[in-house]
């Protein structure tokens, strides 16, 4: 069966363009995750969906960011305009419960000059 | 606001020794997940907790849930390089609406 899997892997973008990040969870999982890593941080939550509908998006940042999930096998991670404070890995996980084993996707590692 | 602290943030030891990893908070958590993360890949999960005082082994991997299950450790015996990597607990509060997760520990086992 296939993982959770996102894209694009590596993006280098410029500050103030547009950047999308997809997700495709793992099917028949109900909720679906975005974390963004960086060093200094660490793994932070930013925004989870259950069933489809958000949930919590307290983790987000900014007004900058916004996310949907249209479907249960499909879920996107926007940002504009980017910055480069951005520049993070932003990691896609699914579960079949809330509180269950997450699942990550390999990430996106994003890097805006 | 859930916190849960890892400790130590960093550590590098040589093969064969042996060594202890902290997660600790001032909450309850309902249950405690610890991960492995490798360079490049996401987090993978080693084990779950549930029970105040409960001890898992994974081979050379012993994780235990403190009493008021506010906290964790993972002991690693006879470390080897394979077990090289970011390794992050994670807990789901007691309204269990989603997990948070810690600071992370890198450890190096030098051959």
């Known amino acids: 069966d296939a993982g959770v899997i996102q894209s694009p892997r590596h993006e280098v973008t410029e500050m103030g363009q547009e950047v999308t990040l997809r997700c495709k969870p793992i099917?028949?999982?109900?909720?679906l995750f975005w974390y963004r890593q960086t060093m200094m941080r660490g793994l932070e939550l930013l925004i989870y969906?259950?069933?489809?509908?958000?949930?919590?998006d307290s983790g987000m940042p900014e007004d900058r960011f916004s996310a949907k999930m249209p479907n249960a096998s499909f879920s996107t991670l926007k940002i504009q305009p980017s910055e480069p404070r951005d520049s993070a890995v932003y990691f896609c996980?699914?579960?079949?419960?809330?509180?269950?084993?997450?699942?990550f996707g390999e990430g996106s590692r994003l890097t805006v000059l | 606001t859930q916190l849960l602290e890892q400790s130590p943030q960093f550590l590098s030891i040589q093969e064969g020794e042996n060594l202890t990893v902290y997660c600790n908070s001032s909450s309850v958590f309902s249950s405690l997940q610890w991960y492995r993360q490798e360079p490049g890949e996401g987090p993978v999960l080693l084990v779950t907790v549930v029970t105040g005082g409960e001890v898992k082994k994974l081979k050379r991997l012993t994780f235990q849930f403190g009493d008021a299950r506010k906290d964790s450790s993972l002991h690693i015996t006879a470390a080897q390089p394979g077990d090289t990597g970011l390794y992050l607990c994670?807990?789901?509060?007691?309204?269990?609406?989603?997990?948070?997760f810690g600071s992370g520990t890198r450890l190096s086992i030098r051959p």
């Open positions: 994670a807990g789901a509060g007691s309204s269990a609406s989603k997990i948070i």
């Open positions: 969906f259950n069933n489809n509908v958000p949930i919590d």
């Open positions: 996980a699914s579960s079949r419960s809330l509180t269950g084993e997450l699942f």
């Open positions: 099917s028949g999982h109900n909720s």
